[in-house]
């Protein structure tokens, strides 16, 4: 009997512990950081490492097929004389983004932070030998931005990323077969991220589309590993995929949720987590010095506007020069966004998508019994909407509270618009009984 008891209780513990390695259930900070980070709707990504010298994106090194001991020699000459910190917060702050996710480490594999796991790192490996991830996280804290921390899954500078996967296969790797340590590497850097630099809103992979669908990249003892250091920071995987259990959020790289324009997100299903979207100002995400193609004002604002529409962030990229400036344009086009925002913020921060699907002529917000009407391309001075006239105690123009006229029929109002709408985003606010 006492045997069969110790079966029972065996079976019992392999199969809670199957659970627990199943079901992730969030703390109820971390839940109430989701929500904080639904509502800050707006942040800016920054893509910068030594990469920015050679002034053509973030993936030069696979694209040129370099050397990856030729290319790690390119530290020796980083020194970003022009870096400041409290400037690339202040104007973050001017865009009016909340947050911001930088690279601690993309695909090359050099860690932009002081890190004891390799001396392929910021600190160690070039004559600036500041870790500008600390005088970042110490200027976020105190102007009041919350921190993300990009962080690549993969790696095209250790041996230890094995097998070779999708990328960066001419960089001239070993590879050798010692995942192991590479896990541990991620694991430990991990650790250094979450414990040397406060408290951090997001951990952000990306890179996992570099093996096939079958890898087991252990990710559930990532994340796990993640949560039991800072509960309360939120994992986000670019993986294109639907969330993995363990995961916080959920992003779209160059795509509104549930869109797949940029040919990444056929396989990534929307699901029931926060959402975010990630896009490029220009083309490139790390600094090219040819690719001046920047988005308009009036293309940014849409964005913004349709991600918030969308239930989504937007989390806007810009690539800083190899001095450690942000690009001029990408600056005046945060301080456009900004601008607008300072108008506008009360019909996008802490809004979720509102009841009405998003629409060509645009979307809708909302906030508590508020609706905004985002008007974005609307050829007609009238709009209809699905909403019963019953429910709805007033339409106004968001800017300056005048009325807006409407008939209600059966199932929806017809708005009296009187002109067609020509400003960026003409809002309207509905207040609902
Ligand atoms: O950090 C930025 C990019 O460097 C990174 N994600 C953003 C945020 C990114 N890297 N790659 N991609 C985005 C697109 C992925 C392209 C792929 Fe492929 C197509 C991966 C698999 C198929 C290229 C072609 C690499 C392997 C085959």
Redesign the pocket.
Known sequence: MKHFISILMMIYLVYSGALAQENYIPTAENLKNREEFQDMKFGV?I?WGIYSMMADG??IMNNKNLNYKEYALLAQGFYPSAFDAAKWVSDVKASGAKYICI?SR??DGFSMFGTKQSPYNIVDATPFKRDIIKELAEECHKQGIKLHF?YSILDWSRDDYFPIG??GRGVGRINKGEWKTYHNFMLNQLTELLTNYGEIGAIWF??M??QPEDFDWKLREIYDHIHSIQPGCLIIN?HHLAPIEGEDGQTF?KDLPGQNQSG?SSTATVGKLPLET?ETMNHT??YSITDKDYKSEKELIHYLVKAAGNNANLLMNVGPRPNGEFPDIAIERYLAIGRWLNEYGESIYGTRGGIIEPRDWGVTTQKGNKIYVHILNLEDDALYLPIQGKMIASVKQFIDGKPIKFTTSEKGILLNLNSKPDAIDYVLEIDMK
Request: hydrophobic letters at 20%; one cysteine or more; charged letters at 25%.
């Open positions: 990504f893509h973030e993936w690279t993309h695909h990009y999708r990328s990306d890179g589309w570099d670019n790289e990444y990630c995400w790390g």
